[in-house]
């Protein structure tokens, strides 16, 4: 696939079967008349697995051939990916493969192997993860998904900036989490190719700010290691393919702490009645921060809701 274009993303919001949900998209009354803007929020934490990752893992399964469908497919996820390859590669008949490293989430794991993934683990290590799943290919057969460059995760994700637009057409600003750039990167195209005036703001945690650096830097920068709450954003470098995007699309990529991240997750509980994992509230922390202030009707992306119930009663506990 040479270029990725609207067409395609359109295509595959076509094929997305009825269990990947159209998901709501809510105005936040307080945080509307706090910053003076409608503020909207994009619920991709009530999508079927708890993030919006089951869109792009439905485009990447339903696209493969009869053979790659036979012999399987290996992916390396933080948590959320795994969840939703498992799920969908249930739901479509084809084994799957999840390398994780041991220092992922107990609670997400457990959901991909429910799920019916197999888990391989890997050492706490980013660049572990691909050196697991290359032996994988090589000792089993395995189709190996690299989801810092595959163009059909771009796809995927860019359905969810399709659907924005057809909810809220005249939306100028939409806010949305980073980790390797596929879902910033496909959002951003969708938006940007029907609405140019459109703005894309980026948001990672302090402790994980790859893209952000790469951003500023205007190439590739890797950092050592992630440290941060964010357990679904601790990509230590962007992909190439989508940090490529991210610069022909992307207007501006913020940061935000720890601290705000968990005030943003403990607010959307009592007050919005949604629960939101820390990767999915960095957009609220960073418009509640005021790192981002809103020039029109805003959407933040909630990208995920899978949080241990015993973690988001230690967040509500110590943001009171």
């Not at 939703?84 to 959901?111: D, H």
């Amino acid at each position: 696939m040479s270029e990725i274009t609207w067409m395609e993303i359109e295509r595959a919001r076509a094929e997305l079967p009825p269990f990947i949900r159209r998901t709501p998209l809510l105005q936040s009354e307080e945080l509307s008349a706090l910053l003076g803007h409608s503020i909207w929020l994009k619920c991709e934490n009530v999508q079927v697995t708890g993030s919006y990752k089951a869109r792009a893992a439905f485009t990447v399964l339903h696209r493969l051939g009869e053979d790659a469908r036979r012999r399987g497919v290996a992916l390396t996820s933080s948590g959320n990916f795994a969840a939703a390859f498992a799920y969908v590669g249930r739901r479509l008949g084809i084994p799957t493969v999840l390398v994780m490293m041991r220092r992922t989430s107990p609670f997400k794991a457990e959901r991909t192997a429910r799920f019916g993934g197999e888990i391989v683990w890997c050492e706490d290590r980013f660049e572990a993860r691909f050196e697991m799943l290359r032996q994988l290919e090589a000792e089993r057969g395995l189709i190996a998904i690299n989801h810092l460059e595959d163009p059909h995760v771009v796809i995927g994700h860019g359905t969810i900036g399709a659907e924005i637009l057809e909810q809220l057409p005249e939306t100028p600003t939409v806010l949305v989490p980073i980790s390797t750039g596929g879902l910033i990167a496909g959002i951003a195209l969708a938006l940007k190719e029907r609405n140019p005036r459109a703005s894309i703001i980026g948001v990672q945690p302090e402790g994980s700010k790859a893209a952000y650096l790469s951003f500023k830097a205007g190439t590739v920068v890797t950092i050592p290691e992630a440290r941060t709450i964010c357990d679904a954003l601790t990509a230590t470098r962007p992909g190439t393919l989508m940090f490529s995007l991210i610069q022909r699309y992307v207007d501006d990529i913020v940061v935000v702490s720890d601290d705000e991240v968990a005030e943003a997750v403990a607010w959307l509980a009592r007050e919005e009645k949604l629960v939101v994992e820390p990767s999915g509230a960095v957009g609220v922390a960073a418009l509640r921060s005021g790192r981002v202030s809103p020039r029109g009707p805003t959407v933040v992306l909630l990208s995920g809701g899978n949080v241990a119930p015993m973690r988001l009663a230690e967040i509500l506990t110590s943001s009171r």
